[in-house]
């Protein structure tokens, strides 16, 4: 025993650096006096090290041997026992990790993996101890810990953890410090001096628990915690991938902001997101139809639109995608790693993954261009003008079947000179389909090539054929309109050649056509064309796509048969992008073509198509402008999919059909839940499910305190870190499910705690006890987040609008950084209060999100960002320096700085409270007033360069203060906002 | 506060960046954490705070730094690197059914013909490299290139198969290449960033800035897009008006205030956020000097093809592609600046340039008509950069990589017309076979690996993986492929993915 702490010593000094921080011993250096426990202390060595080979991957387990089930690894096997409870000389586990015998050391070395000295011995004393088993420790119950009377449990627990490690907590922090952390924390803004002031001069816990209700009850708190919320929903405004074309998905994050204001519970928050669509319809339509705008929440998967893409293939991404980031929002685990096989190291079968996804398989979304299902959002004034044009649309519909009938009746006699001829074959070479109609008619369907050639065979009886008639007929297309042509925008044609030919048994005879004439052509598209012989020439129809038309064309030798003949014609469209003829009819005439004309329209039926094709653009207009937000909708009953394993991930290799259900290890579905998503959700916020409080819980102590009780947020899983203070986190989920799923009340449980309102100083003996505050030895210190430290800025330059919701905006960027592939879609700086909104507002397009966002650690909404690893690098300096929205700030500060009060002293003085809101410190505004007394010579002298900086500014210069002086201000407000404390919250 | 105290105060709270790094090889704690915890503990400067600053590698290295040329859109192996007379002989046949069996294409329907290879070739060199007329500078080097005629993807989408190159998964959210790389070598210049990206081609490529992103590393290690209109990166000058000695007097003014703050907060991230300041301000005389070509003598412009100032009109327009022109030097500046970068210890410098999907399906994306250009356009530049690379004693230890994210079938795409016409001739994605070539630091020189089947469709020798590509790499920059990760969400994380599957091309190596 003597040997071994000796030897413990001398690796003690390393691992205590090596393992300070790291996952999963951040918890504990443990004393030897503490028995070892099995969840926290030894299953991530073992999870870590062996269950690759020997855990719940069927797949890769070696010798039969698992060590993730107690009676696995306790029972008696031919070499003995693997672990023996009580005796470590007798354990096979322990003879092999200590092997110096690279053939039977544990792990092999092939595993790259080696145990330290610490982890052995912790496996040597838990044998020693009993070998006593249990789950990992986020999957056991939660316990509310047992609590002394009369304090704030938050402070009980977080004081026993600290009296381990010989502290206490810190005083409170000083007011003005307090006010400006409570604001900068529930509702991302400042305080403003005056606010903090009046509390600084009532500083009582009665005054302090104001503020906090207010706050809580103010609707910029919903703004700022939306951001969390919708950086785990990979919320974005673009569709994602190659072409990343916009997407509108903004009320989503109305509601968000909304549920948050409104303070709704967890459970209904979750089940509404999950399965707003599968709930029982509320009679409420508004309420119906915020559930439904809920569902947008998974519908923030990508949408690949690149050409050539598999659908299927991004359909089944996006299915994959909701199945893991339900799991790691809710649940902080990894299901990812089942998509191929069983998972390694937490009990997630490959089998269990697609069961699981089995539930989240049966939407009608499938990575369509048109996003669809979508929920039209219709303002009531909208809702009238739909109905205005639905309505106008029939009365124009019905007068033109009036109209038309008396002109049919009226060309009656003319139909008379034209005989349809009855297509025998019908041919289209290049894809479309083409059927005779009974009215001798000939439509195409089916594939839209962008080119194709129609070839006709006519049957002509014996007589004289004087001309041939080719009649182009419309069709009703899906929006209402008529068209001529299948080319999807103007539905036009373009004739490129027509060409005939007499087929004889003696072979085919080209017939010549000439004297072509139209009832109506295009500008520079004359029905001559059809016959010039070239084929890049021809005959179209645009702007008139939308009614019939009628072109001659007389046989240059008329045709004079004595038996009945077949008569080939050819009508070959060449224009590309599917200009080619819906629907078209063919004729000939028998009497002397110089009689022969096309039909003219009546003036008054003309008119009446030009009104109709005028309205059906402005309904198309009207539409285009409506909101679509995608949602989800399950499949009709007969149309649901059967669930497959997918081998290797491979949407190609299925497998087996599953079984739809949630993975074993985390509980049944509760009692009548359905098995589909709705069952889903009320099996996340079941009482009985451990991790989805304790991984709130967390979300919301973590960006209270900068770093969550269990640091790594994403992973409550084998591998992740364990808690610090594991009792703290249990009372934290506890409350939060006993309370109601409050968010609003746990965040004041936690704010009203001491730990919470600490002094942020770090003291030596904190640094050394405590250095990363995973203890809350002190008040937590970090920068803000990138949204924080933009809308700080123009908070306290008093040009940040207040304006809430509603279509994301484009606040300035430099130039030139959209260039996304095949997207025309361009950036557009905002002016107005546009320009000014909460960063929560800033258009997010995924492949080039909005720059100084993600240099502060902000994400594009690619995959859910669980939590953004804060970084403090040279480039956030830059754009705090230089970006011209923060120069705006500076002038907007430096007027206030201004207006406020006249000496250079005050002013600077006024800048820094406006910044800062506590009191300035004696001496403090020394750097700035040299540095304004320096940047007003250097601009006297050279006057050209204030006016630059006033320009770029934007400044509005106060009355009375010469240009060279207000510029001195912009440099002296502009180091103001970089200065830490200010990007700090402290 | 007294200095020493300062100093500790830094060695044990560091950036949050910095602890996680301590976190690579997960729990077995890789070399890699050990040696720069060691270092650490040896005293290291305050600049230690810094993600950035260099790290030894894990194994020796063969190859210090980076220079990726990649090719968006996917360049035709066919008309370049692969000499297939057979091709010629079923020129405008139907293509065998075998080739089409259970096979997905982007765009080919029906039975598509085989398409001849549209360029002579000829064998060049020692080695008798086979290299169309396309590319009659790259001819000229190919002596010093390993060209791998077998590279293999499963992904036949732009977007998706170009993250699978670059970030080893077909999926957003992964950290890129010279993400990895950065966060496991740091780099030298403290002054620059350590991974540098130069788009050419008028386009972001398809995968957009995901390509150079960090995933679930910090942002710290993603790469840093250096354009060559407006500021090199993004607001690094000073705003107008406010010059270079103005700003250095607010971040004096900046400096003594953030000092007394940290005096009263003891707080060591307020003394990195001085440091990164100062860093800022020497970044807006590195960045800007680095970028500026019009410096380096004729001869070396010429031996790119360079010409400094040179904005193309391709580059700001919607559709670049029928504005190329052969002369255009903007790709040649940027492989001109890549190696300036390099010089300047820059770790990772990633070229992409747009526009080389030749399907032929409409203008400016032919391979009779488009290729030419585009090649005209990178043939000089690529060739001088190597050679100039040589000259400069750099090839040896720097890695260059050159290809697209596939390849393009030995079928014509099966439009609707199916004979040829001018302008319109192309070839569809195809992923069973391409051709991507590397030199330099520790890569053999005048190598043809692997070899494919008479008509180019499969590998018949050595088929190399993106994952065989991405250990490779990996390996000679000293970075052991399989236990390089990083922990997250449950996983030890690497560039190779969950599997070994990716086996490091022994085949390839010097």
């Known amino acids: 025993m003597k040997r071994h702490t000796a030897f413990c010593k001398r690796w003690s000094k390393l691992l205590l650096l090596v393992l300070a921080g790291l996952a999963p011993f951040s918890a504990t250096v443990r004393s030897a006096a503490e028995p070892v426990r099995f969840g926290r202390d030894v299953l991530p060595i073992l999870s870590a090290n062996c269950f690759a080979c020997h855990g719940p991957d069927e797949k890769n387990r070696k010798v039969g041997l698992r060590l993730d089930v107690e009676a696995d690894a306790k029972a008696k096997r031919r070499s003995g026992v693997v672990i023996a409870p009580g005796e470590p000389q007798k354990s096979l586990l322990l003879a092999r990790i200590t092997s110096t015998d690279p053939d039977a050391v544990m792990p092999p070395p092939s595993a790259h993996k080696q145990l330290s000295p610490e982890q052995i011995e912790i496996i040597r004393r838990w044998i020693a101890e009993g070998a006593s088993w249990g789950r990992h420790w986020s999957f056991e119950p939660v316990v509310r810990p047992a609590l002394p009377a009369g304090q704030n449990a938050i402070d009980a627990l977080v004081k026993t953890a600290l009296a381990q490690k010989g502290l206490a907590l810190r005083p409170t922090a000083a007011p003005h410090i307090l006010a400006r952390r409570l604001w900068l924390d529930l509702v991302g803004l400042p305080p403003t001096p005056e606010i903090a002031d009046k509390f600084a001069a009532d500083p009582s816990p009665a005054a302090y628990e104001r503020m906090v209700d207010e706050l809580l009850a103010k609707p910029q708190f919903g703004e700022h915690w939306a951001r969390m919320w919708l950086d785990l929903a990979r919320y974005a405004d673009t569709k994602g991938y190659e072409k990343d074309l916009g997407r509108t998905i903004w009320p989503f994050r109305d509601w968000v902001v909304n549920a948050l204001n409104a303070d709704m519970p967890l459970d209904q928050f979750t089940t509404e997101q999950l399965a707003g669509d599968l709930l029982p319809k509320p ?704 | 506060m007294k200095k020493t105290e300062t100093t500790s105060a830094l060695a044990d709270v560091c950036a949050v960046t910095r602890r996680h790094f301590f976190k690579t090889g997960g729990l077995s704690l890789g070399a890699l954490a050990l040696q720069s915890l060691l270092g650490r503990e040896a005293g290291a400067s305050p600049q230690s705070g810094n993600p950035l600053a260099p790290k030894a590698p894990m194994l020796t290295p063969k190859a210090k730094r980076v220079i990726y040329l990649h090719m968006a859109g996917s360049p035709s192996q066919l008309e370049l690197f692969e000499h297939k007379p057979e091709l010629a002989k079923l020129h405008l046949k139907d293509c065998p059914p075998s080739f089409l069996e259970g096979k997905r294409f982007a765009f080919i329907k029906g039975t598509p013909k085989i398409l001849a290879g549209q360029f002579k070739f000829k064998q060049h060199g020692q080695s008798g490299q086979w290299v169309s007329e396309l590319l009659p500078h790259f001819a000229n080097v190919a002596d010093k290139t390993c060209v791998i005629r077998t590279v293999q993807t499963d992904q036949f989408n732009h977007a998706p198969a170009q993250l699978f190159v670059h970030t080893g998964s077909p999926r957003l959210g992964n950290p890129s290449l010279g993400a990895w790389v950065t966060y496991g070598l740091g780099s030298v210049n403290e002054n620059l960033p350590g991974f540098v990206v130069l788009l050419s081609g008028g386009k972001t490529p398809d995968g957009g800035k995901s390509l150079w992103g960090s995933g679930f590393l910090p942002s710290v290690y993603q790469g840093v897009q250096c354009r060559t209109e407006g500021d090199p990166v993004l607001y690094l000058g000073n705003p107008a008006g406010l010059d270079r000695d103005m700003r250095r007097r607010t971040l004096d003014a900046l400096k003594q205030m953030n000092q007394a703050e940290y005096e009263h907060s003891g707080d060591s991230e307020t003394l990195t956020r001085i440091a990164q300041y100062e860093l800022a301000y020497r970044m807006q005389v590195s960045v800007p000097e680095v970028m500026d070509i019009s410096k380096e003598p004729k001869h070396i412009l010429d031996l790119y093809g360079a010409k400094p100032g040179f904005v193309s009109p391709a580059e700001s327009a919607d559709d670049p592609r029928i504005l190329y022109k052969g002369d255009d030097p903007t790709f040649a500046n940027n492989c001109l600046l890549a190696r300036r970068l390099i010089e300047n210890g820059v770790r990772f410098v990633q070229l992409y340039d747009w526009g080389w999907d030749h399907h032929g399906s409409s203008p400016g994306e032919s391979i009779d008509e488009t290729l030419p250009i585009k090649c005209q356009q990178i043939d000089r530049a690529v060739s001088g950069l190597l050679l100039d690379l040589e000259q400069r004693g750099l090839l040896d230890d720097t890695l260059v990589v050159w290809g697209g994210e596939f390849g393009r079938t030995p079928m014509m795409q099966n439009n609707v017309r199916t004979e040829l016409r001018k302008g319109y001739v192309g070839r569809d994605h195809h992923t069973s076979a391409y051709t991507m070539w590397l030199a330099g630091g520790g890569i053999k020189r005048g190598l043809a690996y692997g070899q494919t089947d008479e008509f180019g469709y499969y590998p018949v020798e050595h088929p190399v993986s993106i994952r065989d590509l991405q250990a490779t790499i990996q390996h000679l920059l000293g970075l052991d492929p399989y236990r390089f990760s990083y922990a997250y969400q449950g996983l030890n994380n690497r560039l190779i993915g969950p599997t070994d599957e990716g086996k490091i091309l022994n085949g390839i190596l010097a």
């Not at chain 1, 049919?408 to 290049?430: I, P």
């Not at chain 1, 195409?444 to 054929?465: I, M, Q, R």
């Not at chain 1, 063919?586 to 329209?601: G, H, K, V």
């Not at chain 1, 258009?843 to 999100?849: A, E, G, I, N, S």
């Open chain 1, 283 to 986: 009679a409420d339509e508004k309420l119906a139809e915020q559930r439904l705008i809920a569902t947008a929440f998974h519908r923030n998967t990508m949408t690949n639109d690149e050409g050539g893409t598999d659908n299927e293939e991004f359909r089944v991404a996006a299915v994959k995608d909701r199945v893991d980031t339900t799991v790691q929002v809710w649940m902080g685990l990894t299901m990812g790693c089942a998509k191929c096989h069983s998972h390694k190291y937490d009990p997630i079968s490959h089998a269990e993954y697609y069961g699981f996804y089995a539930l989240f398989n049966q939407t009608e979304d499938a990575d369509l261009y048109t996003d669809v299902p979508v929920l039209e959002l219709l303002t009531p004034k909208e809702q009238d003008e739909r109905k205005y044009w639905q309505e106008h649309l029939q009365k124009l519909n019905r007068k033109l079947t009036e109209l038309e009938d008396v002109a049919s009746k009226a060309s009656e006699s003319g139909a008379r000179q034209w005989r349809t001829l009855v297509a025998a074959e019908v041919l289209a070479k290049d894809g479309a389909t083409l059927t005779a109609q009974t009215d001798g008619s000939v439509a195409a369907s089916g594939k839209a090539p962008p080119e194709d050639t129609y070839v006709v065979t006519l049957t002509l009886p014996a007589g004289t054929h004087t001309a041939l008639r080719l009649e182009a007929l419309p069709e009703k297309l899906s929006s209402g309109q008529f068209g001529v042509g299948r080319n999807g925008g103007t539905s036009n044609f373009v004739l490129s050649e027509l060409t005939a030919e007499l087929v004889e048994a003696a072979g085919a005879r080209p017939v010549t056509l000439t004297n072509a004439r139209a009832d109506f052509a295009q500008d520079k598209k004359p029905v001559a064309a059809a016959i010039d012989g070239d084929e890049k020439t021809g005959w179209s129809v645009n702007p008139r796509t939308h009614e019939a038309h009628t072109a001659l064309f007389d046989f240059a030798a008329p045709l004079r048969l004595t038996a009945e003949a077949k008569l080939r014609v050819t009508l070959s469209q060449q224009a590309g992008d599917t200009m080619t003829l819906r629907r078209f009819r063919l004729a000939t005439s028998d009497i002397s073509s110089a009689l022969l004309q096309p039909p003219t329209i009546s003036p008054e039926l003309r008119a009446l198509h030009d009104e109709l094709a005028a309205a059906y653009t402005a309904q198309a207009k009207f539409n285009d402008s409506l909101v679509r937000l995608p949602v989800m909708r399950e499949l009709a009953a007969d149309k649901q999919r059967v669930t497959k394993i997918h081998r290797r991930g491979s949407f190609l290799d299925l497998g087996d059909a599953v079984t739809p259900g949630v993975p074993a290890a985390f509980g049944a579905l509760p009692a009548g839940a359905p098995l589909n998503r709705l069952g889903v959700a009320q099996w996340l916020v079941n009482r009985d499910n451990p991790l989805t409080p304790r991984v709130w819980a967390n979300r919301i102590w973590a960006r209270l305190f900068g770093v969550g009780i269990v640091e790594t947020e994403e992973d409550f899983g084998a591998l992740g870190s364990a808690p610090t203070n594991p009792a703290l986190l249990d009372y934290l989920a506890a409350e939060y499910r006993d309370n109601g799923w409050s968010l609003k009340k746990l965040i004041r449980t936690i704010v009203l705690s001491d730990a919470y309102r600490q002094a942020s100083e770090v003291t030596a003996s904190v640094r050394e006890a405590d250095p990363r505050n995973l203890w809350q030895a002190r008040g937590a210190r970090f920068r803000l987040s990138a949204e924080a430290i933009r809308d700080q800025a123009l908070a306290v330059s008093g040009l940040l609008s207040a304006k809430m919701g509603g279509p994301p905006v484009m606040p300035p960027q430099p130039a030139g950084l959209w260039r996304s592939t095949y997207n025309g879609k361009s950036w557009i700086d905002a002016e107005g209060e546009d320009r000014f909104r909460r960063g929560l507002y800033t258009y997010l397009k995924r492949t080039t999100p909005y720059p100084t966002m993600t240099t502060f650690d902000g994400g594009s909404g690619e995959v859910g960002q669980i939590r953004r690893i804060r970084t403090n690098t040279p480039l956030q300096a830059l754009v705090t320096l230089n970006d011209p929205v923060y120069l705006e700030a500076a002038a907007g500060l430096a007027r206030r700085m201004l207006l406020a009060t006249t000496t250079a002293d005050a002013r600077a003085a006024q800048g820094l409270r406006l910044a800062l809101i506590r009191p300035v410190r004696p001496g403090e505004t020394a750097p700035l007033l040299a540095l304004w007394k320096d940047a007003q010579q250097s601009f006297a002298a050279a006057p050209e360069k204030a006016e630059a900086l006033l320009k770029t500014s934007r400044a509005q210069i106060p009355d009375g203060v010469s240009r060279n002086e207000f510029a001195a201000w912009i440099v002296t407000a502009n180091t103001i906002l970089n200065l830490d404390e200010f990007l700090t919250r402290n």
